[in-house]
């Protein structure tokens, strides 16, 4: 009987695989919540608007996904820099602005959510892509593309903004300007265009995440919800602003997920990162890697 | 104005708009009140942990799921009167407000809301997999032919029942912001670092704000499995109820009992008519954008253009 056996490192790999993708996905929040301190809680509506910008360039011209994910960067990166502007203005440095900064962004999640219900409905839609269907497999572990390909673009996407954080002025502005805005404003650089870059950057990251996701599985406009609780729980469980952290989460996430699919069913598996988020508010609310 | 005096004002303004909606007698007129008041209700409780001590829950629906899904349970095992269930719904809502509260409320507030947030999520797969209660098959629940007490139509009971709901809770509202409470609550919104080293228990003080308004979100809740007769979990759970909620009581304005009531009626009675003219999904598109306009433009609500 090697079956169980076979079930659980199947169900290890493919949550490893999964929790590659959560990375991708909860990345931006990384930066936009974790760094800057803005609580963008509709940020998986831009990413299921990265999803349906990638279904229309897929079934109208036959782009493959990620790359039009890639091609419509800069139109995200635009988008996040007229969110930033507004929020800037309304909000930061007003009295009370943590709440209506919340109401905020969660009346932009609902008007997202509404507006891609309006124009395309509440089916579930899907592209079509060369890897979306096959499987590698190596022994008894099955590696299906669907979810290979979306795992290496992640780690292509966090290593490149690792780079851009660690080598430029720039990322490392941005890895202070949570901390000291007054230090940064004495290095020469002003506080809230280090932050439109930031959360212009977060908002970009949403075209190739929601690119992936709609690879990973079919979307429809209200599944961005499902992802609430898992991107904060990745980003709290790891520990807020550390990218290596927040991938190492991921993981976590996706197997511990992927295990409670395979053994009790799919439909439990939203529940998971719940559990997660709060242990991780409870036990240890600095996070895996964080300082404390 | 007293308390007493308040309360005897807001029964006779009860009584004379169910003796009005009587005489007029469309069934339409109730059922559609009905959902103004419940809206009344829910942006009521909401008010008094997001307005008065500055606490944002997005979980509404949770809150509100757990009273309808109290009575759905409730109405399989027991033959109870409405207004009882009503108490067991609240009661259930306010112990798991009191739980998240717990775990959640002595981090910064973002990780309440948060947590509100993904909470729904959480209760509305428990739902769905819990065969006993519908499961994602939903539930049917046969409304009683006539009232008991009043006579006439049920649903004239569930909107009697509805209004005097709306009653009490307004009047804890009003009474909760005059009072210690009250003054403590708005103490946190403030600066909760000071109104802790003055000696204001603020935790306590957070776990009762939030007991309170899912208390008042269950009890406006148990009576909808008799109102809607069909309930499924993403119809119980629907983002909606949060939404509505958070721009109701935002739009009213959020530092007096009155905002959440004027927000209510105003968007209540504006989704009914957008509904039925134009469709509900525009209508939901429309308290959305309302919301962040008044939230950029308005923070302190309609109430805030009376007041300097």
């Known amino acids: 009987m090697d079956l169980p056996f076979d079930l659980l490192g199947n169900a290890i790999i493919s949550g490893l695989l999964l929790g590659g993708f959560y990375a991708a996905i909860t990345i931006g929040i990384t930066i936009s919540f974790g760094m800057l301190d803005i609580v963008n809680i509709a940020h998986p509506a831009f990413i299921l608007l990265g999803s349906y910008t990638a279904y229309l360039a897929n079934s109208i011209l036959g782009l493959d996904p990620i790359l039009s994910g890639c091609i419509l960067l800069p139109a995200f990166y635009a988008l996040g820099v007229a969110i930033y502007q507004v929020y800037n203005i309304a909000f930061e440095g007003r009295s009370g602005s943590s709440m209506l900064g919340l109401a905020f962004f969660f009346g932009l999640l609902f008007i997202t959510e509404v507006s891609l219900v309006l124009v395309f409905g509440v089916d579930y839609r899907l592209v079509e892509a060369p890897y979306v269907g096959p499987s590698l497999h190596a022994g008894s572990i099955d590696l299906p593309l669907r979810l290979l390909v979306p795992f290496l673009v992640s780690l292509a996407l966090i290593g490149a903004l690792q780079l851009f954080m660690s080598r430029t002025f720039i990322g490392r502005a941005l890895q202070a300007v949570a901390q000291d805005p007054q230090a940064l404003r004495l290095m020469g650089a002003r506080p809230a265009g280090i932050k439109r870059i930031g959360f212009a950057l977060s908002i970009a990251t949403t075209s190739i995440a929601g690119a992936i996701l709609i690879v990973v599985q079919p979307v429809e406009p209200s599944i961005g919800r499902d992802y609430v609780g898992r991107i904060f729980a990745i980003c709290v469980l790891g520990g807020l602003g550390s990218f290596a952290g927040t991938v190492a989460a991921a993981m976590i996430l996706g197997i511990v997920e992927s295990l409670t699919a395979t053994f009790y069913g799919p439909s439990w598996a939203p529940a998971v990162a719940f559990g997660l988020l709060l242990a991780a508010l409870t036990v240890r609310p600095a996070g895996l890697l964080g300082r404390r | ?308």
Not at chain 2, 32 to 51: H, K, P, R
Request: charged letters at 5%; proline letters at 4%; one cysteine or more.
């Open chain 2, 1 to 308: 104005m007293q308390n007493a005096r308040f309360i005897v004002l807001a029964a006779l303004a009860g009584a004379g708009l169910f003796i009005v909606t009587w005489l007029i007698d469309n069934a339409y007129i109730f059922f559609a009140g009905y959902v103004v008041l419940q809206y009344i209700v829910l942006a009521t409780a909401w008010n008094i942990l997001g307005g008065y001590a500055g606490y944002v829950n997005f979980g509404t629906a949770a809150f509100f799921a757990m009273g309808a899904y109290t009575t759905v349970i409730l109405h399989k095992t027991t033959s109870m009167p409405l207004p009882l269930m009503m108490v067991l719904g609240g009661a259930i809502s306010g112990l798991v407000g009191l739980g998240m509260g717990y775990l959640t409320l002595r981090l910064r507030g973002t990780f309440f809301s948060i947590a509100t947030l993904a909470m729904a999520v959480v209760l509305q797969t428990l739902i769905t997999n819990w065969n006993f209660v519908g499961g994602s098959r939903g539930v049917y629940i046969i409304r009683p032919a006539s009232s008991p007490v009043i006579g006439g139509d049920y649903i004239q009971y569930l909107f009697l029942i509805m209004l005097l709901l709306t009653v009490l809770a307004v009047c804890s509202a009003r009474a909760i912001q005059h009072s210690r409470l009250g003054y403590g609550f708005s103490a946190i919104r403030d600066d909760e670092l000071a109104a802790e080293a003055s000696g204001v228990p603020t935790l306590r003080l957070k776990l009762i704000a939030t007991v309170l308004s899912g208390l008042f979100m269950g009890m406006a809740g148990a009576p909808l499995p008799y109102y809607v007769t069909y309930l499924d979990p993403p119809s119980g759970f629907s983002l909606s109820y949060a939404v509505n909620t958070i721009a109701m009581a935002l739009i009213g304005g959020t530092s007096t009992w009155v905002g959440p009531v004027i927000g209510a009626i105003l968007i209540g009675i504006l989704q009914q008519v957008a509904s039925v003219t134009i469709s509900s999904a525009l209508s939901l598109l429309i308290v959305g954008l309302l919301l962040v306009g008044f939230v950029i433009a308005a923070p302190r609500g309609i109430v805030g253009w009376f007041r300097r």
